[in-house]
Nanobody
């Protein structure tokens, strides 16, 4: 079975840092684009950061310069390093894995989510 398991969420102070991890199993990890999404109360789920199988990255404007996405193919794990945290970063963060071939999405998986709270 396919599993995406997030960890590393919790409580941080404004200006602090957290590192989220997403460990994948049941997929050929190197074939998949990986991404982090987040959803705050009363808001739609939004893309935070993405990384392709080739290592290209993309970030939401709101986190650019503060967050870094990376992947370790040997560990089947994707990370989100979050620095200079702000209260508006508070949300549930979700890991996503997507396989796209010949212009079609062949597989799309989600983790269970991990809570990040930024508060003084």
């Amino acid at each position: 079975q396919v599993q995406l398991v997030e960890s590393g969420g919790g409580l941080a102070q404004p200006g602090g840092s957290l590192r989220l991890s997403c460990a994948a199993s049941g997929i050929t990890f190197t074939f998949y684009a990986m991404a982090w999404y987040r959803q705050a109360p009363g808001k739609q789920r939004e893309l935070v950061a993405a990384i392709t199988s080739g290592g290209s990255t993309d970030y939401a404007d709101s986190v650019k310069g503060r967050f870094t996405i990376s992947r370790d193919n040997g560990k089947n794990t994707v990370y989100l390093q979050m620095n200079s945290l702000k209260p508006e970063d508070t949300a549930v963060y979700y890991c996503n894995a997507k396989l796209q071939q010949f212009g079609a999405v062949r597989a799309n998986y989600w983790g269970q989510g991990t809570q990040v709270t930024v508060s003084s």
